[in-house]
């Protein structure tokens, strides 16, 4: 793994130059293979790198992991020589948080490039301190000239595809670090806490798929220390650990952080699980999740943490991230004429409106971990999403829905563009009224990509009801396929600090662009 940054990119970041797996053995890298009760002579050490994350025009949140108890620091500087370096004292790391730590960065230089480098300290000795890890970001810009690029994605090590050695674990990593973006928006499913690895799988075509496999990921996750283990597993690989030291991210969460299709109350009937518990499941990975991720709103008080917040990035640019999860109603046939939980509860629903109305950014990104016209089942009678396959007026989630959109339209909030993963193929749908059952909206774009690292699925039907028309899809033929078998799919964001244009690309691994959009800012109807 490379720590320190070293390889410059023209114009405006600099690049890590990320390695490839570099053992072909489907086991666990020895470098990871000892726990904290089992490594305490020498020094902190942070094999699992670093992360930065919710950057804005002047804060940011920095992450590591130690390999026993340690005091983090954080130094960061305008140059990568250091000097004139500022520290920034952060927390005393151990078990309770499984030896995580985040520390926030506040008064950052606009539009500049950060360099940063984290060192661990013993903490009955400040003069034993580990090998520093070394970073860089971009923060938001104060103007607009610069311009924005981010990606976007989702779904990584499921249904049964983790890191392959074979094929360089997951080398989508490093093929979008290359695009030097300004931030990585990860749409949700960064586990599947559900999903078991088997150490080797046979393909339809007669080939081996191998997995790193671990303890963790041998069975469902249940306890605490189950699900920091699936955070871990994906921190194993190079490229992802390279492109966290040079990329920051804004992480949402789906259901399989927890458990597929699941949702509040649930009382599970699946004979893997001995706790049949939802709600206690999903308590036991958020806390896994907070200790894995640096998300702003997860460091709040208690009682007032979310995941859904936004993130501002700058003039051209507001996030805003939605949690289609933790608030919803129970799956059902979903077509009830009345639903104030819906899909957002009603409380996010009236968040979001209002922090729609009061942004000033020319373009409004709706990150959603769910999908709004395709129709997701949840068995034979049952709905995961929004849409239920009833082309008719909105029913059940989906009044909430229209009450966004109309609100959307009728305060004249321009420049809403949807983003979402969780269906694991990539496409783009524009919504109209002209072609719907509900009328009263403006026209918007939903794009879709994903996955980046797990089984590929035929895209789902349609929903009427907010007429959406599919105007491009790439998806597999069957359910299942394997990243051996199908690319991967990310999509890119780029907006113009010019003319304000924001352009959408669907991209596969292996560097093909499959699709484009240009959409014009401050226009509706598009």
Known sequence: MSNRPHVPVPRRRTVLRGSLLASAAAAVPAAFAAAPAFALSGRPDAAWG??????????????????????????TSASESFRRARTWRGPLIGAQSDFTGTTALHGLPPGEQIHYRVTLADPHDPRRTGRPLYGTFRTAPASRRDGVRFLWS????????????????????????????????????????????????????????????????????????EYRGNFRYNLLDD????????????????????????????????????????????????????????????WAPSSERRMHRVVRHGPLL?????????????????????DTTGILGSGQLQWLKHELSRSRAVWKVIAADMPLGLVVPDGATDYEAVAQGDPGAPLGRELQIAELLRYVKHRRITGTVWLTADVHYTSAQHYSPERAAFKDFAPFWEFVSGPLAAGGFPANALDGTFGPDRVFVRAPDRANVSPMESPQFFGQVDIDGGSGELTVRLRAQGGSVLFSKVLQPGRTGQ
């Not at 670093?50 to 590591?64: H, N, R």
């Not at 492109?243 to 109350?265: K, L």
């Open 50 to 75: 670093v992360q930065v994350g919710d950057v804005t025009a002047t804060s940011a949140l920095v992450w590591v992991r130690s390999d026993r108890p340690a005091r983090m620091t954080v130094e």
């Open 154 to 225: 989702g779904d990584i090590a499921g249904q049964g595809w983790g890191i392959n050695p074979d094929i360089g674990g997951y080398w989508i990593y490093d093929e979008m670090r290359r695009l030097a973006p300004d931030f990585f928006l990860c749409s949700g499913d960064n586990i599947y806490a559900d999903g078991v690895l088997e150490p080797s799988v046979t393909l339809p075509d007669g080939r081996t798929w191998r997995n790193v496999t671990t303890p963790e990921k041998s069975k469902v996750a249940e306890t605490l220390d």
């Open 239 to 298: 490229n992802l650990r390279a492109f966290n030291a040079q990329v920051p991210s804004i992480i949402q969460w789906d259901d399989h952080e927890v458990r597929n299709n699941w949702y509040p109350g649930q009382i599970l009937d699946d004979v893997r699980y001995t706790e049949k518990n939802v709600d206690l499941l999903a308590a036991r990975s958020m806390r896994a999740f907070r200790e894995y991720f640096p998300v702003s709103t997860l």
């Open 318 to 338: 507001d996030v805003f991230v939605l949690d289609m999860r933790s608030y919803r109603d129970a799956n059902s046939p979903n077509r009830q004429p009345d």
